[in-house]
Nanobody, 124 residues
């Protein structure tokens, strides 16, 4: 059974940093593209960052480009989202997701597996 589990959320002041982690199990991690999403007040899933199976190709949304970095560790079946220069508008529930794909899926509906989410709150 495939499982994704996030950790590392919390409360941080504006301008601060957090690193989210996601541990995967029940899959051959290197066969999967992975992504980090967040769900804000409007309840839509916004793709923030994604990586292909190797980590050599990545995607960042304009809202986080230059502030967030995605890392994947295939041996450990894990990925991280390093978040710097956090803003109050980054407050949301953050999810990791995976899809068995060589390319990077860019929409939430393309991802097959999701973690339970972790809350990030940025105070002003």
């Amino acid at each position: 059974q495939v499982q994704l589990s996030e950790s590392g959320g919390g409360l941080v002041q504006a301008g601060g940093s957090l690193t989210l982690s996601c541990r995967a199990s029940g899959l051959v991690f290197s066969d999967y593209a992975v992504g980090w999403f967040r769900q804000g007040p409007k309840k839509e899933h916004e793709l923030l960052a994604a990586s292909d199976w190797s980590g050599s190709s990545t995607f960042y949304s304009d809202s986080v480009k230059g502030r967030f970095t995605i890392f994947r560790h295939n041996v450990a079946s894990a990925l991280e989202l390093q978040m710097n220069s956090l803003k109050p508008e980054d407050t949301a529930v953050y999810y990791c997701a995976a899809r068995a794909s060589r390319r990077i899926p860019l929409t939430a509906s393309e991802y097959d597996w999701w973690g339970q989410g972790t809350q990030v709150t940025v105070s002003s």
